[in-house]
């Protein structure tokens, strides 16, 4: 009787051990979501200037266009943020060449220096900060949901598009270091 419960005990201890050492391996598509990042980013940050000559070149270049693979990670959702977010990058411009505001290492835009700017000025940088940093917040959820990422991978896809609005941002914007340090890039 006792050697039963000894070996009872033994292989439960055993089979207790051997789940607790078993880690879930949550698979994450690093690799779509970065090209995701990088087309949408590009997109946004397109002036209507490149996107008319895009449009001539595109007639021209017809087999390349469909050559070149294109994510499909969109959905309604993800396009309405995309016009928002593109129809407002004219209006932030301004303020990020101005030195007003940065780029952050979690994906989002922040005030840096409204010293310079009239109480109207701040009020609209202010509003167009808040909207700008809604709208980023809700394209990474979105994101994720079309590509079936656990919400709590969010902050990852936060950091990705955070990479790739750093990459995009022009000479003399100011973007955060992964120390929290703002550097002018």
Do not use: H
Request: aromatic residues 10%.
């Amino acid at each position: 009787m006792r050697k039963k419960t000894f070996k009872l005990i033994f292989v439960s201890c055993l089979l207790l051990f051997l789940f607790s050492c078993l880690t879930i391996n949550i698979y994450f598509p690093e690799a779509e979501v970065k090209k995701t990042a990088d087309e949408i980013v590009e997109k946004v940050r397109k002036s209507d200037k490149e996107e008319e000559k895009e449009k001539k070149e595109s007639f021209s270049l017809m087999p390349l266009a469909y050559a070149q693979e294109e994510t499909k990670v969109t959905n309604p959702k993800i396009r309405a943020l995309e016009q928002s977010l593109g129809e407002r990058f004219p209006k932030l411009e301004p303020f990020f060449n101005g030195g007003n505001i940065g780029e952050t290492n979690d994906g989002f835009i922040q005030v840096r220096d409204e010293s310079a700017l009239s109480l109207q000025q701040k009020a609209v940088l202010r509003n167009l900060v808040k909207d700008e940093n809604d709208d980023r917040k809700s394209l990474y959820a979105e994101v994720a949901a079309a590509m079936d990422i656990d919400p709590k991978q969010i902050n990852r896809i936060q950091k990705i598009f955070a990479d790739k609005w750093i990459e995009k941002a022009k000479a003399g914007w100011w973007i955060q270091k992964e120390n929290g340090e703002w550097v002018k890039k």
